[in-house]
């Protein structure tokens, strides 16, 4: 045998060992090693075909077989720009090459461009393969023209997930975003604003996180050390999604860090598009600033659980810390206009109570159903100073009324709720406090007033000297919008009153609060009902 064709057998064997060991780490799910023994036979395929071998079509064939396994492998480790690389290039090979669009699609779902992987599925059903995998094509199909449509018209529907008990898969949400653009704010940084009138319960925005680490944390110290490795997770997971992608670095990088918010970059709102963002391929990877991105994650990561937010299915039994990057533009207030829902990886804002177009959207960071002092403190640990109308209003009200304070000392001695209630109530004439401002008080001293409305012996006692619930309820939700526990307040007093079923005025109300905490995620009413705990 002449020496030449000794090399090319040996070559050949020596493809043939790779093709079939990556192959084998492949079915393994053993992704990081399938990687490179690939990226061995594709440089060394890529050798043979400029080496002008006899058949350079075989070799074309297998390359384009292998950069698509590759990207398969690359995808599962979220590597999704690797994976648009390799798919492009075996898509140069083969056009068509079935198997190649269908990993291109998923990798395109998967950085939520859902028209573009539309493309890529209805092109694969133009295959030969297709015959054998209609049903699994038909499906992406179905499922991109499905995100398509809720990505432009922010129409989600969670009825049959939840009615279903949340069995089953997370339903996969598109990525969307309403009537909102980002404008420098008055009180710090940016912030985002309703370009349009936005109705209670509208979605404002759904955004998927671009990292979230959940687990079960006991209590004391055991607590706090699971906390403390969920936290170094998270912080790795940021780091590698920021790392592996240019436009994630793009986006956290805009965050703010806490200091010199004034002088922080207004980006335009198209940024955050998916559908329009800007080069999916370029990911020169940049040097990473590990002590801003810590700032970053400190200052804009947020719990699941928070009160300003629900998690629907099985998410819920778990805390929960994840990165949102659009939601982190929203700003405190203590007289919030948005709230959040998990569902899965995604976070959905949308109005707890109607926004008018140029008003700011805001959620609470913290307990807003508290009173000054206390949330003072709490934005304190958050590390700003809140600059919110209502904390500057009931400051000044602080100054000019000596009596609140003395009335605070009273609570804190454990004064009779009842009593507590009358006094803010008449407090309230003396201190001038009419129409909407009403409704600050009565959010901040709400755990008296909670506590009244749930006693049977209080109510006998204070009934007629106070306020009714419902007058209470409506006045806090005209300020602070709608909150779990207005809601649940309401509901139990109707189940007391009429048992499960309620006249119209009342059950429209539920709903409207109901709205107000989950945002408008279900179409059947059935749906709507059990999340509000009446079926
Ligand atoms: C998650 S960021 C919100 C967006 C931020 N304003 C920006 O420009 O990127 C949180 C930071 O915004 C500022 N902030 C948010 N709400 C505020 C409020 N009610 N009063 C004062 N500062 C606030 C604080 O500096 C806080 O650390």
New binding site residues.
């Given amino acids: 045998m002449r020496q030449e064709d000794e090399d090319r057998q040996g070559q050949s064997e020596l493809l043939q060992s790779l093709r079939s060991k990556a192959t084998e780490l492949l079915l393994r799910e053993e992704w990081e090693e399938s990687i490179q023994v690939y990226t061995k036979f594709i440089d060394l395929s890529r050798i043979q075909i400029s080496n002008l071998e006899p058949d350079p079509d075989k070799f074309r064939k297998s390359l384009c077989l292998a950069l698509c396994n590759r990207a398969e492998a690359r995808a599962r480790l979220r590597d999704f720009l690797g994976a648009m690389r390799d798919c492009d290039e075996a898509l140069e090979i083969e056009r068509t090459h079935f198997k190649t669009l269908l990993c291109k699609g998923k990798v395109l779902l998967g950085l939520s461009k859902y028209s573009l992987a539309l493309e890529c599925f209805k092109t694969a059903l133009l295959d030969p393969q297709a015959g054998g995998n209609l049903e699994t094509v038909t499906e992406y199909i179905e499922k991109c023209k499905k995100l398509e449509f809720q990505a432009k018209t922010g129409a989600f529907d969670l009825s049959d997930w939840i009615l279903s008990g949340f069995r089953g898969k997370t339903p996969e949400l598109a990525e969307f975003i309403g009537s909102i653009e980002i404008k420098k704010?008055e009180?710090?940084?940016?912030?985002l604003f309703a370009t349009k009138n936005i109705v209670a319960g509208t979605l404002i925005i759904v955004t998927k996180a671009v990292a979230t680490e959940r687990g079960i944390l006991g209590s004391g110290e055991s607590g706090e050390k699971a906390q403390l490795i969920m936290w170094k997770s998270f912080i790795e997971e940021v780091t590698e999604s920021v790392r592996k992608c240019d436009r994630t670095h793009r986006l956290v990088s805009i965050?703010?860090t806490?200091k010199d918010?004034d002088d922080?970059e207004i980006p335009d709102i198209s940024l955050f598009r998916p559908d329009e963002a800007f080069g999916i391929y370029d990911d020169s990877k940049r040097d990473l600033d590990v002590e801003k991105l810590l700032s970053i994650l400190d200052?804009?990561s947020l719990v699941e659980d928070a009160v300003s937010a629900k998690v629907l299915g099985k998410n819920k039994e778990y805390y929960g810390v994840g990165l949102w990057t659009l939601a982190?533009?929203?700003?405190?207030?203590c007289i919030p206009n948005a709230r959040r829902l998990h569902v899965g990886d995604y976070a959905i804002v949308h109005a707890s109570r109607d926004i008018k177009a140029g008003e700011e959207v805001t959620f609470a960071y913290f307990d807003v159903l508290s009173p000054l002092e206390k949330r003072k403190e709490m934005a304190e640990s958050?590390?700003?100073?809140?600059?919110?109308s209502r904390c500057k209003f009931e400051s000044f009200l602080y100054v000019t009324n000596q009596e609140i304070g003395e009335f605070e000392m009273g609570l804190e001695r454990g004064v009779d709720a009842g009593n507590a209630v009358h006094m803010v109530e008449e407090g309230m004439k003396r201190w001038k406090v009419k129409g909407k401002d009403k409704g600050l008080l009565r959010a901040s001293y709400w755990g008296v007033y909670d506590e009244i409305y749930n006693s049977e012996r209080l109510m006998k006692r204070w009934g007629r000297k106070i306020p009714t619930m419902e007058v209470v309820v409506d006045s806090v939700y005209d300020v602070i919008g709608s909150d779990e526990r207005l809601m649940k307040m309401v509901v139990e007093e109707m189940k007391k009153k009429n048992g499960a079923c309620s006249n119209i005025a009342e059950m429209e109300k539920i709903v409207k609060l109901g709205k107000g905490v989950y945002g408008k995620v279900v179409s059947k009413k059935k749906a709507m009902k059990s999340l509000l705990g009446l079926e």
């Fill in positions: 704010c009180v710090s940084g940016r912030g965050l703010s806490g918010e922080l200052v804009n982190s533009l929203i700003n405190h207030s958050w590390g700003f100073s809140c600059g919110c």
